[in-house]
């Protein structure tokens, strides 16, 4: 299947410091890029859309300027916690979505790839 | 606003014995997948399942996927110490403006076998 890196894998920081995790799509260019935020125990909570290109659509409740989200090209989207707060500390996740087939499957319709997650610890 | 839910959520069962997850949806879909989480990790997917009655299979588990009944099933056969994980069912569809897909996870099953 397709390859989805994200880096770092784990990062801890001190509370007020920023921190950029990277998602990149290494076989594949990626029409959209999705961030998720995981909680312990709990399910996966989807933060925000990455479109290439354009401004990134956050779910409601999700602080636009806390969590800077940058997609600067096909293959690589940025999500930077900014001023981090304990609070902060969860899984976060990325998924990279390839390109559908025309014909069987509808255009912007294709499969799903995760990264393997980084885990942010906030002091 | 479409809804997955996922049951049981907790499931402990013996090793050798059999059992079935099951995921409800509120809406049509486009596509329903079926992923496996270790603790620490991320999501491994098992399956996607695209049309109605679709049936897949992979050692000793089988999804299927019922459109009319907007249910996926995930059987597990003489289930074995290594397919302790939590399994998530995540539906996929269209949003509105008809230009992105979005993807609504179910709460999760803790499966734990016990030998």
């Known amino acids: 299947g397709a390859v989805v890196s994200q880096h770092p894998s784990w990062v801890i920081c001190k509370s007020g410091t920023s921190v950029k995790i990277e998602c990149r799509s290494l076989?594949?260019?990626?029409?959209?890029m999705f961030w998720y935020r995981q909680f312990p125990k709990q399910s996966l909570m989807l933060m925000a859309t990455s479109n290439e290109g354009s401004k990134a659509t956050y779910e409601q409740g999700v602080e636009k300027d806390k969590f800077l989200i940058n997609h600067a090209s096909l293959t690589l989207s940025t999500l930077t916690v900014t001023s981090a707060h304990p609070e902060d500390s969860s899984f976060y996740i990325c998924s990279a979505r390839k390109p559908g087939q025309y014909g069987r499957e509808r255009f912007g319709a294709g499969e799903l790839f995760f990264g393997e997650g980084s885990r942010l610890t906030v002091l | 606003e479409l809804k997955v839910e996922q049951n049981p959520l907790f499931l402990s069962m013996q090793e050798g014995k059999n059992y079935t997850i099951y995921c409800n949806y509120s809406t049509t879909s486009d596509r329903l997948y079926w992923y496996r989480q270790d603790p620490g990790k991320s999501l491994e997917s098992l399956f996607v399942?695209?049309?109605?009655?679709a049936v897949k299979q992979e050692g000793r588990l089988m999804a299927s996927l019922d459109t009319k009944a907007r249910l996926s099933t995930l059987h597990i056969t003489a289930a074995v110490h290594d397919l302790s994980a939590t399994y998530f069912c995540?539906?996929?569809?269209?949003?509105?403006?008809?230009?992105?897909?979005?993807?609504?996870f179910g709460k999760g099953t803790l499966l734990t076998v016990n030998p």
């Open positions: 995540a539906v996929d569809r269209i949003v509105s403006g008809g230009s992105n897909y979005k993807l609504t």
């Open positions: 076989d594949f260019q990626a029409t959209t």
């Open positions: 399942l695209l049309s109605n009655g």
